[in-house]
C-alpha cells in the first residue's frame, strides 16, 4: 500500500464548500434529478410499446440504450473536464432543455431512427446534468460528501423507479403521443435548475475566506492510476448487469414466468427502489465506515444472489432483486466520492468520467445482451451475467484511503 499526504490547505476550485451542508441546495438537485431520469426509465420502461408499434428485435431495444447511454457517457467527461476549467453555473438548465426536446420527439416519433435520435437528446441532456449537479453536490456538502452525494443521486435512483410505474399506469393505456404529458416535468425542472445556478454562480462569487477550507488527501500518482482501473473494472462489473435487469427484466419475466406487462413493470419497480434505497444509505454508511468497505461488501456481497436468481421462482426472484438493487447501489455514491478523493482537483473530471462510464458501460452491455438475447434467450442472458458480480473481490486491491485508518 502507498504512502499518502494529508494537505491541510485550502480546497481547490470545485471541491470548496460552505461552513455548512446546504440541504436546500441538496433538496433541489436531487428533485431535479428525480425529474431528469424519470424521463430516462419512463423511456426504457416502454420498450414494449416501441417493440410491439415498429416490431423492434432484442438487438434493435439494445441499440435505443445504447444510443442514449453512448452519447451520455462520451460527454460526459468533456464536460467535467471543460468545467473544471471554466465553471458554468447555468449549463444544468440547458442541458435539461435537451431532455425535454428528446421527450417531445419521443411522443411523436414516426419509425425507429426518430426513436433513436430522441434517445440521443435525452442522452445530451444527461451528459450535462450528471458531472455538474455531482459537483454541486460537493460543493454544497459542508464536508460531509457522502451524505451528499447519497441525497443527490438518491433522486435519480428514485426517479429511475417511477418511470415504470408511470408507463404501466399512464403511456401503457394512452399510447405513445401521452409521452409529451410529461414535459411538464421537464419544464419544472429547468426552474429548479435556474435557482441551483443562481446559487452555484454566486459560490464562485464569494471571497476563497469565506468558503472554508478542507482537508486534502493525495495518494502517490502510481497509486491512484491503479485505484482507478479497479474501480473501472467494478463499474464494468456493476452497470452491465445493473442494465440486464433494467432494460430486460420485464422482458424476462414475461417469457419465463408468462406474467403480463403491467406485473412484469411492477416488479421492475421493486428493483429501482430498491436501488434508490441503497443509493441514499451508501453515501452515508461511508462517511461513517470509510468508502473503501462500503465498495467492498456491497460489490462482492450480490454474487450469491445473482448466481441463484436464474433458477428461482417468481416470488423468490423479486425478494432476490431487491437484495441485489439495495447492495448493488450503495457502491456507486462511495465510488464517485473516492475517485474524487483520489483526485481531489479534478472534481468535475471524476465525476464525468464515472457517470460516463456508467452509461457508457451500461449502453454497450445493452446493446451486447440484446444481441444474446435474440440468439440463445433471455434465460441465457441471466445465466451469464450472474457470474459478473464475482468481478467485485477485485475491490480488495483498492488501497485503504487515509481518512478511513482507523475505522
Not at 129 to 136: G, I, K
Not at 203 to 224: E, F, I, L
Not at 393 to 406: I, M
Amino acid at each position: 500500500m502507498s504512502t499518502a499526504s494529508r494537505l491541510d490547505a485550502p480546497s481547490p476550485p470545485g471541491s470548496l464548500h460552505p461552513a455548512q451542508t446546504q440541504f436546500m441546495v441538496l433538496g433541489a438537485i436531487s428533485i431535479s434529478h428525480f425529474l431528469n431520469d424519470s424521463i430516462q426509465s419512463l423511456m426504457l420502461a416502454v420498450y414494449p410499446l416501441f417493440r410491439d408499434s415498429f416490431s423492434l428485435t432484442f438487438a434493435q431495444i439494445g441499440l435505443i440504450t445504447l444510443a442514449y447511454q453512448l452519447t451520455a457517457s462520451i460527454i460526459q467527461p468533456l464536460v467535467g473536464i471543460y468545467t473544471d476549467r471554466h465553471p458554468f453555473p447555468y449549463s444544468l438548465p440547458l442541458g435539461m432543455v435537451s431532455t425535454f426536446l428528446g421527450l417531445l420527439l419521443l411522443s411523436i416519433a414516426p419509425d425507429y431512427p426518430a426513436v433513436l435520435a430522441a434517445a440521443v437528446l435525452v442522452g445530451l441532456g444527461s451528459s450535462i446534468f450528471h458531472p455538474e449537479s455531482s459537483r454541486v453536490a460537493r460543493l454544497a456538502s459542508g464536508g460531509r460528501y457522502g451524505l451528499a452525494q447519497s441525497i443527490f443521486q438518491v433522486g435519480g435512483n428514485a426517479g429511475t423507479a417511477t418511470g415504470p410505474l408511470l408507463a404501466a399506469l399512464v403511456v401503457m393505456p394512452n399510447g405513445q403521443h401521452s409521452l409529451s404529458w410529461f414535459s411538464l416535468v421537464t419544464l419544472t425542472a429547468i426552474a429548479i435548475l435556474v435557482f441551483v445556478g443562481r446559487w452555484y454562480q454566486n459560490q464562485h462569487r464569494r471571497p476563497r475566506s469565506t468558503m472554508g477550507t478542507t482537508a486534502v488527501h493525495r495518494v502517490a500518482p502510481a497509486t491512484a492510476r491503479r485505484s482507478m482501473v479497479v474501480l473501472v473494472l467494478l463499474m464494468f462489473s456493476k452497470f452491465v448487469y445493473l442494465t440486464s435487469i433494467s432494460s430486460y427484466l420485464i422482458f424476462y419475466l414475461m417469457q419465463r414466468f408468462a406474467i403480463p406487462v403491467r406485473e412484469a413493470q411492477f416488479h421492475l419497480f421493486l428493483f429501482l427502489a430498491a436501488v434508490a434505497a441503497g443509493t441514499l444509505f451508501g453515501g452515508p454508511i461511508g462517511d461513517r465506515i470509510g468508502r473503501r468497505q462500503v465498495i467492498w461488501v456491497s460489490m462482492a456481497g450480490i454474487a450469491p444472489f445473482t448466481l441463484a436468481l436464474p433458477y428461482v421462482s417468481l416470488t423468490t426472484s423479486a425478494i432476490l432483486t431487491i437484495l441485489i438493487g439495495f447492495l448493488l447501489a450503495s457502491a456507486f455514491p462511495a465510488m464517485v466520492v473516492y475517485a474524487q478523493e483520489l483526485f481531489p482537483d479534478r472534481i468535475g473530471t471524476m465525476s464525468g468520467l464515472l457517470f460516463g462510464l456508467a452509461f457508457g458501460m451500461g449502453g454497450i452491455g445493452a446493446a451486447v445482451l440484446g444481441q444474446f438475447a435474440d440468439f440463445w434467450g433471455i434465460n441465457a442472458v441471466y445465466q451469464i451475467c450472474s457470474f459478473l458480480p464475482l468481478l467485485g473481490f477485485l475491490a480488495f486491491f483498492l488501497p485503504v484511503r487515509p481518512e478511513n485508518a482507523g475505522r
